[in-house]
């Protein structure tokens, strides 16, 4: 609670609000533009994969109604923009924002806090890249858990959590933890992280929300995990 206020807090600043809208705009407009012009290939491609399901098929023969797989598969397409459109501007925060944030947060509210660098920029990428390609590979491996009833909120909710928690984490303690550090903190902190994630994830199914909750997320992170740096650095002095 404490890092979604700072991050909030944080976005009352002219250049933070600049740098809350543009690249998540500009992620969401790409995936926007790709739904719309595979929209058609996407969905009769899909309605043909659920058309193959027996209880399906036998429900479309039963009813004498044949669209129901057609229809299934429009609605599993808009389901599946939010995630999408909601990946693509985290990728783009982790990337261009991230740094950015990082720099002026620390710079004004964690001045003395030591830089030990036990990440890197290219750990980072490789973290982004792996953490995008797992979400989209366990995404579609659970696609078929969207039928039951309610999983098509848990899904993707349980996944953008941990998406946020997997990319952001690395990014904000990548310069000022050590290795040791790092990993401590993902590791002990992990279930708090988890719910910082949820509730980010939730958040991003407000109306347009897609559009700033990547950005408040990674501030949310920042805050989160350099607090809990400089709090552990604090009691070792103290000790």
């Known amino acids: 609670m404490r890092a979604l206020r700072q991050a909030f807090e944080a976005l009352l600043s002219l250049r933070m609000i600049l740098l809350v809208i543009v690249p998540p705009l500009l992620a969401v407009l790409l995936v926007s533009v790709l739904f719309f012009v595979s929209w058609q290939g996407w969905t009769a491609g899909l309605a043909e994969f659920l058309g193959s399901f027996g209880p399906l098929n036998w429900l479309e023969r039963a009813t004498g109604f ?45 001045k003395g806090l030591e830089k030990k660098r036990g990440g890197s920029f290219w750990g980072s990428l490789w973290n982004t890249v792996l953490a995008t390609i797992l979400f989209i590979i366990v995404f579609f491996i659970t696609l078929p858990f969207w039928l039951l009833p309610g999983f098509q909120m848990l899904v993707p909710l349980l996944l953008t959590a941990w998406l946020n928690k997997k990319i952001f984490m690395y990014d904000v303690l990548q310069d000022f933890a050590s290795v040791d550090e790092r990993r401590q903190i993902e590791s002990e902190e992990s279930h708090q992280l988890y719910a910082l994630g949820l509730i980010l994830a939730l958040l991003s199914y407000l109306p347009l929300a897609v559009f700033i909750v990547p950005v408040v997320s990674a501030m949310s992170f920042i805050y989160y995990g350099l607090n809990e740096l400089q709090s552990r650095r604090n009691k070792l002095k103290t000790r």
């Open 66 to 110: 044949h669209e129901i797989a057609a229809i299934l598969a429009g609605i599993f397409l808009v389901l599946f923009f939010i995630p999408m459109a909601y990946l693509s501007a985290v990728v783009f925060t982790s990337l261009f924002v991230m740094p950015v944030a990082l720099k002026w947060i620390s710079e004004s509210d964690f």
